[in-house]
């Protein structure tokens, strides 16, 4: 079946550096992807879509200078946190749209995210 | 806005049956996932309703009311494997069909 890789699944990284989170989606082709970020014991919240060709689309209260992303093929989106504070420590996942009519989607593993 | 509700917490006993309820208000409406989630752990599919009714799947249930703005899930014969977080999220009709999850409902399953 289908199956979305992320990498790394866990990352640690000083404060005032940039971390990159990849998500690949590895059989089969993803015009659109979703990134989430998710605090201890909270729901996912949806921080961006991402579009193949095109810039992402952010979520209101979600700073794009902050969070880059980047979906340069139809098989990998990018997520880079900048500047990284503490306080973005938290559970990055981002998922894909794919099956049939695009109606199923796919989670990746999920990114742990540290910052020190 | 988009807004959807479900309880915070909830808990049962092996082998028993546990409803699990969610309603949204959403500018948009295309689906509604059940999704559960173990901590630390990327979220599980469990069901899909796009239709009013029940979706049968094994010990797991889902039904919908799209009229009501509406759905629950049911777990039957639990097990305390099934201790999780369940996540209600609704697709967002139109552009790229985004999901948008609920706070999620913590279970937790006693002997």
């Known amino acids: 079946g289908a199956v979305v890789s992320q990498h790394p699944s866990r990352v640690i990284c000083k404060s005032g550096t940039s971390v990159k989170i990849e998500c690949r989606s590895l059989?089969?082709?993803?015009?659109?992807m979703f990134w989430y970020r998710q605090f201890p014991k909270q729901s996912l919240m949806l921080m961006a879509t991402?579009?193949?060709?095109?810039?992402?689309?952010?979520e209101q209260g979600v700073e794009k200078d902050k969070f880059l992303i980047n979906h340069a093929s139809l098989t990998l989106s990018t997520l880079t946190v900048t500047s990284a504070h503490p306080e973005d420590s938290s559970f990055y996942i981002c998922?894909?749209?794919?099956?049939?009519?695009?109606?199923?989607?796919?989670f990746g593993e999920g990114s742990w995210l540290t910052v020190v | 806005g988009q807004n959807i509700d479900q309880p915070t917490e909830m808990t049962a006993t092996e082998g028993a049956i546990v409803q699990i309820n969610c309603t949204y208000q959403?500018?948009?409406?295309?689906?509604l996932f059940w999704y559960q989630q173990h901590a630390g752990e990327a979220p599980t599919f469990l069901s899909y309703?796009?239709?009013?009714g029940l979706e049968e799947k094994g010990r797991f249930s889902s039904f919908l009311s799209r009229s009501k703005g509406y759905s629950y899930l049911l777990l039957k014969e639990l097990q305390m494997k099934d201790s999780a977080s369940y996540l209600c999220?609704?697709?967002?009709?139109?552009?790229?069909?985004?999901?948008?999850f609920g706070a999620g409902t913590r279970l937790a399953v006693h002997p």
């Open positions: 999220a609704v697709k967002i009709a139109g552009g790229y069909n985004k999901l948008i």
């Open positions: 059989d089969f082709q993803a015009t659109t």
């Open positions: 991402s579009n193949e060709g095109s810039k992402a689309t952010y």
């Open positions: 959403t500018s948009g409406f295309n689906g």
């Open positions: 998922s894909a749209r794919g099956g049939q009519a695009g109606n199923t989607i796919y």
């Open positions: 309703n796009v239709l009013d």
